[in-house]
């Protein structure tokens, strides 16, 4: 679908920040495109052209704006609308640090490449390796303006083995070339070379409710691996969390810049020093799922505001996100840990396991724990964490399964997802959509038998079923994750009332 031309014009004549991102403004006279936020003077209407994506942009001739950056704009929500095939295709591509043939990502997808060329052609308009060169120059011209990296290690880190074909895809982008972009960058020139690690920013659309992230992952922090410093200004919460991501070993640090409607995320190699380059996108990849960065939270709220309960939460709490996950796997372990027992007494079951079969290593603030892997836990019998024998059982049986590749984490579908996990021992559909909801951040699961929600969704005293909710959330769809959030909050709100009358 391409862009309606009069709301993208009422949207870039007004610099609207909730439109950055959604569409890009190409002028014909100037042969640039540019976010709507774009502080320069608007063209005339007769002049522009709109695209949904950067890479649209790029392929039909236009280079970026050197002024209102389009590298450093939120995620589509375009992509969004394209076929789940593509998505999955999108979603590989970024989760990988070089480039793959269309052979390759045909084959992990299951087709034939002739089919995924002709895919890429009907939804997107472009070929897998147009939308993986536009990408990873943008976000390559954001290293060399936003840190004082080798341009060697930017080419590296975006994604090219080869300095000279990075050169050349980078010029016929940006017409200028690396070593230019970053002679011109005044930032990184005063930007000191110390401890501050690699530093990359991450924008979203407003509202964002950056508060009510950090107070969720506060409640569910592992010692040693997550932690959430808060502030007096709740605003000012930073999060941190170690990592291993392709073989590298690092501690990220991710604090709220809410005038510039991003996040700085400081990334330290496992000395404290800047060497985890070679992971940075897909890491940034990561980390907008974590935060859920690309959610068009205006949208989410026209529609789950016709239901008066949620109606009331986002008039208190505007800019709702969904609390992703680091990895599918650790997620889903705590997941299977956390049935029946509190969010708490989860947590430290799970630190448990972290510091019985993770492994530590030295970090910028002293040691560091990684939560262990699905082939680290291969011979772990979870005898002395504390669970009943059933419940290591059921971790041991999903533990082998995840070994045997019968939990696809890349499974698009709810509906799949959750029947490969309901098939394995101990697991319901209470955790299958949890898993779903939080460590795949598939926007409709909903956990329908999850206690809070039967409260907040109950007549007084008396709590709903979870037939009842299943049948209230149906007009949730397709955001029912969102809505089994709301609800979790507007407990919070109502003890909080309660507690000032």
Known sequence: MQ???????RARLARDKRFDGRFFTAVKTTGIFCRPICPARPPLEKNVEYFNTAAEATAAGYRPCLRCRPDAAPGSAAWGLV????QRALALMRAEREAQSIEQLAERLGITSRYLRKLFAEHIGLSPLQVWQTERALFAFGLLRDTHLPVADVAFASGF???RRFNGVFKSIYHRTPSEVRRESVKCAKQPDSGNGVQIYLSYRPPFDWPALLAFFAARALPGVEQVITAEDPEQGEYLRSFELHGQRGVLRVAHEPEKCRL?????????SEGCGA????????LRRLFDLDADSEEIREHLQADPLLQRVLRAT????????WDPFEYTLRAILGQQISVAAATT???????????????PDGEQLLFPSAEQLRDADFSDIGVTRTRAATLRSFVAATLAGEVDFDEPELEAFCKQMTALPGIGDWTAHYTAMRGLSMPDAFPASDLGILIALGDGEKKATPKQAQARAESWRPWRAYGALLLWQSLKLKTKESSST
Do not use: H, Q, W
């Open 83 to 86: 076929s789940t095939t593509v």
């Open 264 to 272: 700085r995320v400081s990334v330290f190699g496992s000395d404290g």
């Open 3 to 9: 862009p309606d031309p009069v709301i993208c014009n």
């Open 349 to 363: 079951i799970a630190g448990r396991v972290a510091r019985g079969y993770g492994e530590a290593f030295s970090g």
């Open 318 to 325: 505007p800019g709702v996100r969904l609390p992703g996950a």
């Open 279 to 286: 992971v940075l996108y897909p890491l940034r990849e990561k």
């Open 161 to 163: 083995n080869s300095l």
